[in-house]
């Protein structure tokens, strides 16, 4: 086909599409789409499940795999060309989503189905019959008149601006350097030094290019001994896409509308707030059970945090001879404290973690316990970087994944899982397996002396890398057949990061480490000495991490729990958040401070009234990973219960039974204390 975003009969053509293909693609997708619609909700097609799907699904999937190619370009390799394109084409898209949501007449029909063919379903399909019929609801399909068409014009208002914000966090990140001397990077690691003066000497500068990406952002805070350049990055960093930059990049404006908008919402589905719409299809009952659990965990952790704060202040007194601690000074105290109490820094550990060896032994882990095998596999790509690799189990294909590991201009920050397609006993042919996309930011390969050495993570980029592919498996390991509830597809927002957090604990596993190491230089792998003393400083300062985690997930609640946010401008979004640092905070950042405008998990990252999630999922995955450390970190059963009980369940039941089928009685808090330290 001439336009490769029509041909979805295999992998995405990555290679070929190109901006000017993106809009004559949805056009044709979105008639195909409105045209499945008229059939499905016509007298021509029963009110029988399966008949819906082989209409209905198979061009909603068609025009889905389609703008998900299209997105996910969006947000890996950014050029004004492709961003306009995308910014024309999703208005469109965003209105026959809503509308099929909201279709009156196929709400009709699946109601039919519900009365009449339910019970004849298997249980994955009654569960996923059961979340359309929710979702219908939720989707304002029994708003009437001019209410549905005001729920319509949020939806698209909604997309419009999520957009705005993901591309004003994305520019104010690329857009702003600093050009700094030699001297100036007294401390910093020099593999940093290597690619800051590699990305000078792109431009034809000397010295060294300083910007805010992780990879570059991250070691200056920790290592840097100029305080100045320190406060200097900070600044730039926490006051990206506010009033401190260019207004047309300022994200003040777009939260209050975000927030405005999401409260509408809510009361014309008749719902008090946005987090109780939020909450339907999570695990937590209401807004009241998700801010007792925050403020409980909170309680939990402050003597631990307040003990952190204080050593912390003490050390950097007494060492560093900072009377005063400052919020650009934290990581750097921080790992000079780290450094003094267990004799190791990440720099030193960092060399042992090379890329090659980090993947090997990961791929060690999910086939050891897993039962497959994953091999070097082949498909077009977007940047010469990306690999692609398939999961097989004996002889059969099980799933895929694209894995693009390297920080670059034009690449949204941060890591993240995201869908190429899901698994689906497609209604005219054989099933289809799945396939991931798998995206970090690490620093790329440099070279040393006119040699390139491979890509070195830290132990966080390793936890990180952990962290996603646990999304990626359940993803690609699941083994339900219909497409709403296999694999992530119907899994509660706040137990979807359950097989994430399972997997990295594997990362402070000696059997696991030493596997994966391998010293740049030496090619020697890591001292177990060296592993103790990582693991002696694993809870290091966990309590102070805890409230930091707290803190952004009561915020989120707050800010979208009803009418007392009006009127909903930046002032009273910064007055909130000053009120939660207030009560949950030890640490209180600069009166500058504007994280919130670069909060893209809540305004632009689906985890809107949901960002607790990833504390109440802890729970879950500490218990999990207890079963482990109960029978054998490497033993086959306990990973093929977990994997049939956990990952191949997939969405097609409710998330608590599938741990209860694998544990065998609810969750307990009590792993997760023990985990961090925090236990009595």
Request: net charge negative.
């Amino acid at each position: 086909m001439s336009n490769p975003l029509l041909d979805t009969s295999a992998l995405p053509r990555f290679g070929e599409i190109l901006p000017e293909h993106v809009s004559p693609a949805v056009d044709t997708l979105l008639t195909e789409a409105n045209a499945a619609l008229e059939r499905a909700t016509g007298p021509g097609v029963a009110a029988d499940y399966d008949a819906l799907s082989a209409v209905l699904d198979v061009a909603t999937e068609r025009l889905g795999r389609a703008w998900g190619a299209v997105s996910h370009l969006n947000a890996v390799a950014d050029t004004p060309e492709l961003r306009a394109a995308y910014t024309e084409a999703l208005p469109r898209v965003t209105e026959f989503y809503t509308k099929l949501g909201a279709d009156e007449r196929l709400y009709a029909k699946y109601k039919a189905v519900a009365g009449g063919q339910a019970q004849a379903l298997n249980a994955a399909r009654r569960k996923a019959l059961s979340n359309a019929m929710r979702d219908f609801v939720l989707s304002g399909a029994e708003l009437q008149g001019a209410a549905k068409e005001r729920f319509a014009a949020i939806q698209a208002r909604q997309a419009e601006l999520g957009q705005a914000f993901s591309e004003h966090v994305l520019d104010a990140t690329d857009q702003w350097s600093y050009l700094a001397g030699e001297a100036e990077l007294a401390g910093v690691p020099d593999d940093v030094k290597v690619a800051t003066r590699a990305a000078a000497q792109a431009e034809g500068q000397a010295g060294h290019k300083l910007g805010l990406h992780m990879p570059v952002y991250l070691p200056v805070l920790q290592y840097a001994q100029d305080r100045g350049l320190r406060e200097h990055l900070y600044r730039a960093h926490v006051t990206r896409a506010s009033e401190a930059g260019p207004a047309e990049r300022d994200n003040s404006a777009v939260m209050s509308e975000i927030l405005a908008l999401r409260q509408e919402e809510a009361e014309l589905l008749g719902y008090r707030s946005f987090a109780e719409v939020s909450l339907v299809a999570k695990m937590a009952d209401s807004p009241q059970q998700v801010q007792g659990f925050l403020r409980d965990l909170a309680v939990r952790a402050r003597p631990h945090a307040e003990r952190d704060l204080a050593e912390l202040r003490d050390f950097a007194r007494a060492e560093l001879g900072l009377a005063e601690l400052q919020a650009w000074d934290m990581a750097y105290a921080s790992e000079r404290l780290k450094e003094a109490r267990y004799a190791f820094s990440d720099t030193e550990v960092k060399q042992y973690f090379t890329e090659p060896k980090v993947l090997a032994g990961l791929f060690r882990i999910i086939e050891t316990l897993f039962e497959v095998a994953i091999r070097p596999d082949s498909a077009p790509v977007w940047n010469e970087h990306v690999r692609f690799f398939r999961i097989e189990r004996g002889t059969r294909l099980v799933g895929q994944f694209y894995l693009d590991l390297y920080a670059r201009p034009g690449k949204r920050p941060g890591a993240w899982m995201d869908d190429v397609r899901g698994r689906w006993a497609r209604p005219e042919g054989p099933v289809q397996t799945p396939v991931a996309h798998l995206v970090c930011n690490f620093a790329a390969p440099v070279a040393v002396k006119g040699k390139e050495r491979p890509a070195l993570l830290s132990h966080d980029d390793v936890t990180t890398l952990f962290h996603e592919f646990g999304h990626g498996l359940q993803h690609m390991l699941t083994q339900v057949d219909d497409i709403g509830v296999a694999g992530i597809s119907g899994v509660e927002w706040d137990a979807v990061e359950l097989p994430s957090q399972f997997m990295e604990n594997f990362c402070w596993e000696w059997e696991v480490v030493r596997h994966m190491t391998a010293h740049v230089d030496s090619g020697e792998p890591l001292p177990r000495a060296l592993f103790d003393k990582m693991l002696a400083a694993k809870n290091f300062q966990s309590g102070l991490q805890t409230l930091r985690q707290v803190e952004f997930s009561l915020f989120d609640m707050l800010i979208h729990d009803g009418p007392a946010m009006a009127p909903y401008g930046a002032d009273r979004i910064q007055q909130v958040l000053g009120d939660v640092r207030r009560e949950i905070a030890v640490v209180v950042p600069p009166a500058f401070n504007r994280f919130q405008h670069s909060f893209s998990h809540i305004f632009s990252g689906g985890y809107a009234a949901g960002y607790y999630s990833y504390k109440w999922a802890e729970v879950l995955s500490a218990d999990a990973y207890a079963a482990f450390e109960e029978e054998g970190v490497f033993n086959p059963a306990v990973g093929r219960r977990y994997r049939e009980a956990i990952l191949e369940a997939g969405g097609s039941r409710p998330a608590m039974e599938s741990f209860k089928a694998f544990r065998g009685r609810e969750p307990r808090i009590d792993a997760l204390l023990r985990h961090q330290g925090m236990a009595d």
